[in-house]
């Protein structure tokens, strides 16, 4: 299983509210990320787990908060969110941060996030 | 981390072979050059990676000259699926990715 899933596909969320997106992936990684991409520009890193801990920020404002439950799980809690914040946010998976084997990524399909 | 350029566009008929070339002039030794395809609404995709000369695999090809200041993509008698954006990318021990722009590949029938 090669699969990285994320839930939900869409979401549209007020400014006042409070949701989580989340991913999961079964194919034993050991790092996870999660990355914006704006309509036709390049994906932006946000965050990255390795080994369950919060290894990378990318200077990402406290509105979005990184969780990794387990080894499989990775959720982006959101709150108070701006309509600039409107994108795919997409999470991926590699075997391990810092190793050249274990440097290919594989990426979930995203969450179409919309703030309104 | 060393910066990579690309054509940000390109156009290529069904059937025909496609080269697509990035530069990256400040690689550094422990570098590896690798590329990611990606299509509307979903994430990116691994295609192919390499250090040096030739590496090639099922979907593409990679060539690397000895200097390693460029690289290029080459992908066999395309379709128009495969249209897409590619990515070009420059990564090594301890770094995590850092995407350049792309080339927006347009394959027409």
């Known amino acids: 299983d090669t699969e990285v899933t994320q839930t939900p596909k869409h979401l549209v969320m007020g400014m006042t509210n409070k949701k989580s997106l989340k991913c999961e992936q079964h194919m034993g990684h050991r790092a996870m990320y999660w990355y914006k991409q704006k309509a036709k520009k390049p994906p932006e890193l946000m965050f990255v787990y390795s080994y369950e801990k919060l290894s990378i920020n990318e200077s990402v404002p406290s509105r979005f908060s990184p969780e990794c439950p387990n080894s499989s799980l990775l959720n982006l809690h959101l709150h108070a969110l701006q309509p600039e914040d409107s994108a795919l946010y997409l999470c991926?998976?590699?075997?391990?941060?810092?190793?050249?084997?274990?440097?290919?990524?594989?990426f979930g399909p995203g969450t179409r996030l919309t703030v309104t | 981390l060393a910066k990579t350029t690309q054509p940000i566009s390109m156009d290529s008929y069904e059937g025909q072979e496609v080269n697509i070339t990035c530069s990256h002039n400040n690689i550094a030794t422990n570098d590896y050059i690798t590329w990611y395809q990606q299509f509307p609404s979903q994430g990116p995709r691994f295609i192919i990676q390499g250090y040096k000369t030739k590496v090639t695999n099922e979907v593409a090809s990679l060539f690397i000259p000895a200097d390693r200041k460029s690289s290029t993509l080459s992908l066999p008698r395309v379709s128009l699926s495969d249209t897409a954006v590619y990515y070009c990318l420059v990564f090594s021990y301890g770094q995590n990715f850092v995407f350049g722009p792309g080339t927006r590949l347009s394959v027409l029938p």
């Open positions: 991926a998976s590699s075997q391990a941060s810092g190793g050249q084997d274990g440097y290919e990524q594989y």
